[in-house]
């Protein structure tokens, strides 16, 4: 038997604790690459209910909260402590994801009465009304170990602090979500003049589309859905730190207030920048504006102190492409530049809601203020990878026993090695030395109307499959919640876009949900593949390339995909450290490739291993063998192949 050394992992979460767990509630930051993080994103308000007294916390309209978590439009009362109940029992440790991105924590507008598709609530935390305020839907009054937080901002933010200062003492770092488009609806279009909220006239709350700003804007007050006035009003004191902010949120000229009709979003004429967001009211962010650089520093004041005070250890931006590129080249500049060296740790990652490269990777490179033409200085990080998902759903998020092509992902693996003039992502390594195509952010379901991959038609083990070459292809595996015990949206379809997936994953606040999916296959596979990960540096931190994928020549080969990790040397790549991984989607048959290449580069000229080596495999999906492979000279050719077969609806990962 070849067992899963589980010794590494544990030996890397030791060092990781030995870094940060000094004793005095201090926190330190944990000095681990972005390659090496494995995400787990979870919708807090749809984790687990831990607190139930903050429900419908004060002066809050009662029908906003849903008692039975079943209409997915309103609050289902999960929160931070839930989310501290799975650090401290070790959950997140056992499946070996190693950070957190949550949902948005700051106080949001409670609800908006017309919005696509009718009212709906805030229980995700997009629709901020304070930048620096906590939502009291997420906190509570006593802390895990019973001290008190005072009811105001800074009790709000200390209990915000010490959950990430919990996961740091786990070893997990937190992601922050941030959104710098738009804000709530917090103030109405007066289209008939009569200086107040009409409720009941949709163009009060959406106005139609113009090309001209309106100037009829007004705040709203309705303190039970917390449809104030925005905040920052001025400079703050928070947890003892001044936040030099200015009020700017307050005055009307840095909204763009030109409304929204249904096909804003989908333009690319510069309309889907300027446009509100249903409800939701759109920033300004216009270089020549007068208030360009305004805005910029209330942004980067606003999260220098997330990250420098509350301890936060990256942001994912929401919302990338409805704001202009000459903003986040700014914000990313300024925000680095203040944190100094504290920028090494940060990892800015970003939602473009686009499958095109050319689209994703612009914003890897800042915009030259002078020219307006890209330049090499690098401004995000890293994009959620749309292109990966759309790809890896038409391959194995299909009905029944079919299955698509992996052609798209092959293109996906493309879009990151194209180099020079023509590439898509930007080469030039970040503050902390990787790259972007080092950290893709890498997914296949999520809230953002993709829905989750398991829905009525799809079978388990499909996820299971895209669960492997999620955690075996270079990025950042990104896990979305629930989906280590194979939560299925049972009123999601296929080819359906919606937000039916948002379902609470510890139903009424039971937490022993958890402890029941550590018994899962899904879990287990997660845990597996995260330590073969950690192991093995080609798997976190190598480059990857394609060397097979379901030929139309052959029946044999369906349904297979076959990929490379390696890591480069000066002279060529290290074929010690080489793993090929297989994928068979084919429930029907094995899947067998006679002779698989192993060669890669542009003009085929790098061995990934020479004849001879040993290769040995691990089935993930199932207790492995002693089995070994050896690579054997192609005949005709000059380099080496080895002779790949996989099980039905199964996967093999090669190592040395
Ligand atoms: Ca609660
Ligand atoms: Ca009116
Ligand atoms: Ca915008
Ligand atoms: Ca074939």
């Given at each position: 038997m070849l067992v899963l050394n589980r010794l590494p992992s544990l030996l890397l979460l030791g060092i990781v604790l030995l870094g940060v767990a000094n004793g005095n509630g201090e926190d330190v930051t944990i000095d681990r690459s972005w390659n090496e993080d494995i995400i787990y994103f979870a919708l807090t308000d749809r984790f687990c209910d831990g607190d139930p007294s903050n429900n419908t916390p004060r002066q809050s309209d009662p029908q906003l909260y849903d008692a039975s978590q079943n209409d997915i439009n309103r609050y289902h009362g999960g929160d931070f402590r839930g989310l501290e109940i799975a650090l401290r029992s070790g959950y997140f440790n056992k499946l070996g994801v190693t950070t957190l991105w949550l949902t948005p924590p700051i106080r949001n507008a409670w609800h908006s009465p017309h919005d696509l598709g009718g009212p709906k609530t805030g229980y995700h935390g997009y629709w901020a009304q304070d930048f620096l305020d906590i939502d009291p839907h997420l906190t509570s009054t006593v802390s895990i170990d019973g001290k008190s937080y005072s009811d105001d901002r800074d009790g709000r933010m200390m209990h915000y602090k010490d959950l990430v200062t919990l996961a740091h003492e786990h070893g997990i770092k937190v992601i922050q979500d941030a959104v710098c488009n738009h804000i709530g609806p917090l103030f109405y279009y007066d289209e008939n003049g009569n200086q107040q909220l009409d409720m009941s006239s949709e163009n009060e709350w959406i106005a139609p589309y113009s090309n001209h700003p309106y100037t009829n804007t007004r705040w709203v007050d309705l303190p039970q859905w917390n449809l104030v006035p925005p905040n920052p009003d001025d400079e703050e004191l928070i947890l003892g730190h001044r936040v030099k902010t200015t009020g700017l949120l307050r005055e009307f000229r840095i909204y763009g207030r030109h409304g929204f009709n249904s096909n804003s979003l989908g333009k690319s004429d510069g309309e889907e920048v300027k446009c509100d967001f249903f409800s939701l009211r759109d920033m300004a962010t216009h270089p020549d504006s007068e208030h360009f650089d305004a805005l910029v520093n209330e942004f980067v004041e606003i999260y220098y102190f997330y990250i420098h005070v509350v301890g936060i250890d990256g942001m994912r931006l929401d919302t990338v492409k409805h704001v202009h590129h000459e903003f986040w080249s700014e914000f990313t500049h300024r925000l680095r530049d203040k944190l100094g060296e504290e920028a090494e740790k940060l990892l800015i990652t970003g939602e473009v809601y686009d499958g095109n490269p050319f689209v994703l990777g612009r914003y890897t490179f800042s915009l030259n203020p002078e020219t307006g033409e890209r330049d090499?200085?690098?401004?995000?990080?890293?994009?959620?990878n749309f292109q990966f998902c759309f790809n890896l759903r038409d391959y194995l998020r299909k009905p029944g026993d079919s299955f698509g092509h992996p052609w798209g992902l092959q293109n996906t693996t493309n879009s990151l090695n194209r180099q020079g003039e023509k590439a898509f992502y930007n080469s030039q390594v970040g503050v902390d030395g990787l790259a972007p195509r080092q950290k893709m952010v890498n997914f296949f379901e999520n809230h953002d109307g993709l829905n989750r991959f398991l829905v009525p038609e799809v079978d388990e083990v499909k996820h299971r499959l895209a669960l492997a070459i999620l955690m075996t292809t270079e990025g950042i595996p990104c896990i979305y919640y629930g989906a280590e015990a194979s939560l299925?949206?049972?009123k999601g379809r296929l080819k359906q876009d919606g937000e039916t997936g948002r379902m609470t994953y510890c139903e009424d606040g039971d937490a022993s949900r958890l402890e029941l999916a550590t018994k899962t296959a899904s879990f287990e596979l997660i845990n597996r593949l995260s330590e073969l990960r950690a192991q093995q540096e080609a798997l976190h931190a190598g480059a990857m390339s394609t060397l097979w994928v379901d030929s139309d020549s052959t029946s044999s080969d369906d349904g297979l995909y076959v990929f490379a990790r390696y890591v480069g040397t000066d002279d060529g790549i290290d074929t010690a450290k080489t793993v090929i991984v297989a994928i068979n989607a084919n429930p029907k048959q094995s899947a067998i490739a006679e002779h698989v290449s192993l060669v890669v580069g542009p003009d085929g000229e790098q061995a990934l291993a020479r004849s001879g080596d040993r290769f040995h495999q691990v089935r993930p999906f199932e207790s492995d063998d002693e089995i070994q492979i050896t690579v054997t000279e192609m005949m005709g050719a000059s380099s080496a192949s080895i002779r790949v077969e996989v099980p039905p609806s199964s996967a093999v990962i090669y190592i040395r």
């Open positions: 090499s200085k690098p401004c995000l990080d890293s994009l959620l299925r949206d049972s």
